[in-house]
């Protein structure tokens, strides 16, 4: 079900990078008030990590994220978010 692996990265207004930190992203997999059941197929697995099934739209998953951190105070408004699908290769190193 999990066999895609996603980055999760905050970016500041300097362009600073950083990985999510993991309890962020378990945070929005335990409480998705989103009403779109296909984040279920989602599964924090470490800081900036997320694995999901093939029925989850990135474009999608990334708004909702960056809405649901903003509500909780974790994203400054300058803040962005960006969720990118790993390759196997980096997935793996």
Not at 10 to 20: F, H, K, L, N, V
Not at 79 to 85: A, F, G, I, K, Y
Request: net charge negative; proline share 5%; charged share 30%.
């Amino acid at each position: 079900m999990f066999v895609r692996r996603l980055s999760i990265i905050r970016m500041d207004a300097d362009g600073m990078e950083s990985p999510c930190p993991i309890h962020w992203i378990d945070n929005f997999a335990m409480r998705n008030f989103t009403n779109y059941a296909v984040f279920d197929d989602t599964l924090p697995v470490g800081d900036g990590l997320l694995e999901a099934g093939h029925r989850v739209p990135l474009e999608r998953l990334q708004d909702a994220m960056e809405d649901w951190f903003r509500r909780k105070g974790y994203l400054k408004p300058t803040d962005r978010l960006m969720v990118t699908e790993l390759t196997r290769r980096s997935a793996e190193g």
